[in-house]
């Protein structure tokens, strides 16, 4: 389920954050399957780095709740008592703006979750278009202008034209203790210039991509109520309970289960991921998936050579759906086809589920059916 949330007070006057697909307060739907000048954002803005956040300004009462097209809201916590809001994200950066924002840009992986719980963005980039992106299939992207649809390039004239308050994406850690590179530049962008251009039309915020998903999915909800989602809805409850059933589900199909490898591929080889340094990853994994830890020195994944296709064991390998070859393509590779799982027939979708409630209580509920299916090969 996707939750249409109700919106949070605090927002500019006459301003308010338009939800996806909203016909009441608290509908749910249900998913099928399976991120010049500067334009001037909503008031002044102003940054600051370091760990000290703005505590007053996100603990000072917010402004009174109001109705807004016959729909529940609720207080938003980072608006102070003046009208001012503050967000300090993953690498300790606080912004600051006159007023809460109302139009969020972003990257792709972050935007699909933050639609997931009701919000409209204004615009998009990433690795690919939202067209191309199997995630967005059952949401409305038609109010959405896609300024990027291959990683690293972004239409700076067009991302202007939509006035974005923020600009919010991704940052991923650099080791298995999930360890932020403040320096480093963030996921989406092609260098640490095009970055400091894109922040210069609104700032960026940024959330960490390092050690569980249980975390990350909780800045994420963190995220989504500072932008006016109201995270202490009974929608939101729902769907945590969801979230709690699924992982309960899971840990009961891969406890003692079938051995898991997880694999992107390509003509020049194979990509096996690391669990411990993937947050969906290590999240399915502190569920119970016994998941392959391939080994090596380099962070993320241990790369292998096509000639070396026989070193993947695993009874149940999942393959990325982001590109790449898919089992058609692999069956292809003489060397992949006489792997254990892959003559069983063993191979189903790696989907990269957002760090969100919803999409991640539905891909639990799919790996825990490819783990009941599947059979321990060894």
Not at 52 to 68: I, L, N, R, T, Y
Not at 192 to 199: C, G, H, P
């Given at each position: 389920?996707?939750?249409?949330?109700?919106?949070?007070?605090?927002?500019?006057?006459?301003?308010?954050?338009?939800?996806?697909?909203?016909?009441?307060?608290?509908?749910?739907?249900?998913?099928?399957?399976?991120?010049?000048?500067?334009?001037?954002?909503?008031?002044?803005?102003?940054?600051?780095?370091?760990?000290?956040?703005?505590?007053?300004?996100?603990?000072?009462?917010?402004?009174p709740a109001s109705s807004v097209g016959g729909a529940e809201t609720c207080e938003n916590p980072n608006v102070a008592?003046?009208?001012?809001?503050?967000?300090?994200?993953?690498?300790?950066?606080?912004?600051?703006?006159?007023?809460?924002?109302?139009?969020?840009?972003?990257?792709?992986?972050?935007?699909?979750?933050?639609?997931?719980?009701?919000?409209?963005?204004?615009?998009?980039?990433?690795?690919?278009?939202?067209?191309?992106?199997?995630?967005?299939?059952?949401?409305?992207?038609?109010?959405?202008?896609?300024?990027?649809?291959?990683?690293?390039?972004?239409?700076?004239?067009?991302?202007?034209?939509?006035?974005?308050?923020?600009?919010?994406?991704?940052?991923?850690?650099?080791?298995?203790?999930?360890?932020?590179?403040?320096?480093?530049?963030?996921?989406?962008?092609?260098?640490?210039?095009?970055?400091?251009?894109?922040?210069?039309?609104?700032?960026?915020?940024?959330?960490?991509?390092?050690?569980?998903?249980?975390?990350?999915?909780?800045?994420?909800?963190?995220?989504?109520?500072?932008?006016?989602?109201?995270?202490?809805?009974?929608?939101?409850?729902?769907?945590?309970?969801?979230?709690?059933?699924?992982?309960?589900?899971?840990t009961s199909s891969g406890t003692g289960g079938p051995q898991v490898e997880v694999l992107y591929a390509d003509a020049?080889?194979?990509?096996?991921?690391?669990?411990?340094?993937?947050?969906?990853l290590r999240m399915y994994s502190d569920f119970g998936v016994d998941i392959v830890d391939p080994g090596g020195d380099?962070?993320?994944?241990?790369?292998?050579?096509?000639?070396?296709?026989?070193?993947?064991?695993?009874?149940?390998?999942?393959?990325?759906?982001?590109?790449?070859?898919?089992?058609?393509?692999?069956?292809?590779?003489?060397?992949?086809?006489?792997?254990?799982?892959?003559?069983?027939?063993?191979?189903?979708?790696?989907?990269?589920?957002?760090?969100?409630?919803?999409?991640?209580?539905?891909?639990?509920?799919?790996?825990?059916?490819?783990?009941?299916?599947?059979?321990?090969?060894?």
């Amino acid at each position: 389920m996707r939750v249409r949330s109700t919106v949070r007070s605090g927002l500019a006057a006459g301003a308010v954050l338009v939800l996806a697909g909203v016909s009441a307060c608290g509908s749910m739907a249900e998913t099928s399957g399976s991120s010049t000048a500067a334009a001037t954002p909503a008031g002044s803005s102003a940054v600051t780095s370091g760990a000290a956040a703005s505590e007053s300004a996100q603990s000072a009462p917010s402004a009174p709740a109001s109705s807004v097209g016959g729909a529940e809201t609720c207080e938003n916590p980072n608006v102070a008592a003046d009208g001012t809001w503050s967000f300090t994200d993953d690498i300790g950066r606080t912004v600051t703006l006159d007023e809460a924002p109302t139009k969020v840009a972003g990257l792709t992986d972050v935007l699909f979750s933050l639609m997931n719980y009701g919000l409209e963005p204004v615009a998009s980039f990433g690795y690919s278009s939202m067209d191309d992106d199997v995630r967005f299939a059952d949401l409305d992207t038609s109010g959405v202008v896609q300024v990027g649809a291959t990683y690293g390039e972004i239409n700076r004239e067009e991302l202007l034209e939509t006035e974005p308050d923020v600009i919010v994406t991704h940052l991923y850690a650099t080791d298995a203790e999930g360890t932020l590179p403040k320096d480093e530049v963030a996921y989406g962008f092609a260098d640490k210039a095009q970055q400091d251009e894109i922040d210069k039309i609104a700032p960026v915020i940024t959330i960490g991509m390092g050690g569980t998903a249980v975390d990350v999915i909780q800045r994420t909800l963190d995220l989504a109520a500072a932008l006016g989602v109201c995270t202490d809805s009974d929608e939101i409850a729902a769907a945590k309970a969801d979230f709690d059933a699924a992982s309960a589900k899971l840990t009961s199909s891969g406890t003692g289960g079938p051995q898991v490898e997880v694999l992107y591929a390509d003509a020049d080889g194979i990509y096996v991921a690391k669990p411990a340094d993937d947050p969906n990853l290590r999240m399915y994994s502190d569920f119970g998936v016994d998941i392959v830890d391939p080994g090596g020195d380099g962070y993320y994944w241990e790369i292998l050579s096509w000639e070396n296709a026989s070193k993947i064991t695993g009874d149940l390998l999942l393959v990325s759906e982001r590109g790449g070859y898919q089992e058609k393509e692999l069956m292809e590779q003489p060397t992949f086809a006489s792997v254990p799982a892959a003559k069983a027939g063993q191979i189903e979708p790696w989907v990269f589920a957002g760090m969100d409630y919803p999409s991640q209580a539905e891909y639990m509920e799919q790996l825990a059916g490819f783990l009941d299916a599947a059979k321990t090969l060894g």
